[in-house]
Every structure is written in C-alpha cells, then in structure tokens.
C-alpha cells in the first residue's frame, strides 16, 4: 500500500506562467525515514504521469514530462531535515533514453541562498529496473531542497521511476521491494 503522498493539485502561476504540479508528501516506512513536506515541479505532466507517480513507491508507475529544461524539483519540508541521500531509479520498459544524466541537489533554508549539495554529469546507462543511491557529502539541516535537471540520454521525454530522499545512512536500504535493486 503507497503511503507517500496525498492532496495533489495543480497550480498555475499567474505571474510567470508557468505550470507547477504539487503534492503535499509524507515519507514513512522507507528504512525509518519520516519527513513531510511538498513537492513540486515546475514542468507540467499528463495526469496519469504527473510528480507524485515518482513518489508513491508503486514500481510500475513513473513521473514523466517533455524534456524542456531545466527540470525542477522542489521539495519543502515542514521541518527542516538532514538528508544523507537520494535514489533515483529506472523502469522495466527500456525507456533508458529518457532517464536524467545531468542534474545537481540543492539545499537552502531561506529559498534564496542555495548551497551546492551534489552535481552529477554523464550518468548514462541507465539499466532496466535499476537505482543508483547518491551520497549527500556536505550534509546539513535544511527546510528546502532542489533537484535541477539539465539532460537526458538522448530522448524527448524525461521519466523518472523512483525518486527518494533519505535521513538514513545510504548504505542501509531506505526503499525496497521485489521489483527494485537496491
């Protein structure tokens, strides 16, 4: 049973125009990691595609929109939060082309001063089914935390399976179930 994420909404900005999904989150069960927070993204997605299927912890679903970049995730946590690591995995569809090979983490606590917290260029060969952790090196407490995508493995479309934060040391399994590797 997902036990994720709840109350999604769309939200159009008039001021800028651009479309932003969000979705109120609650991380539980995943390895001990608790937060809550929103997430939101700043590229529009069809219903059935939207952020949350990047959250739900369900192996089949995945969160994909046009590949027009940057790619933003913004993830506002109710607390601030110490996170360690993150995961981002692939499917079983050999949609491989589609996965992120170029982004960076950010963290911030007044959403105007970000700090550099990871950057990652030429992740490619992506493999069906699989996740790459991602440590956090200069790990702090934060309120916000930002995920900026720049590039895929060549397609027009940018998917992601799984998406995961975690509070945990990143080599105790936070996320797992039969049909991902840790």
């Keep these: 049973k997902p036990n994720s994420c709840s109350n999604y909404e769309k939200i159009i900005s008039d001021k800028d125009k651009k479309f932003i999904e969000s979705l109120s989150l609650e991380y539980k069960n995943y390895g001990k990691v608790k937060f809550k927070g929103i997430a939101s993204t700043n590229n529009l997605s069809d219903f059935p595609f939207r952020l949350q299927r990047s959250l739900d912890n369900i192996y089949y679903t995945f969160w994909e929109t046009l590949a027009h ?3 933003n995730v913004d993830f506002t946590l109710f607390k601030k939060e110490k996170i360690k690591c993150y995961k981002i995995s692939s499917g079983d569809d050999k949609a491989n082309h ?3 090979i170029k982004w960076k983490l950010l963290g911030s606590n007044d959403y105007q001063n970000w700090i550099l917290l990871d950057k990652r260029e030429n992740e490619i060969n992506w493999k069906n089914s699989s996740s790459r952790k991602y440590d956090i090196k200069k790990s702090d407490f934060y309120k916000y935390y930002k995920l900026n995508f720049f ?3 060549g397609g027009r479309f940018f998917r992601i399976y799984k998406l995961a934060l975690s509070e ?3 080599n105790v399994p936070f996320w797992k179930n039969n049909h991902q590797k840790i």
């Design 168 to 170: 945990k040391d990143c």
């Design 151 to 153: 590039e895929v493995d």
């Design 69 to 71: 970049f940057p790619i």
């Design 98 to 100: 589609r996965m992120p």
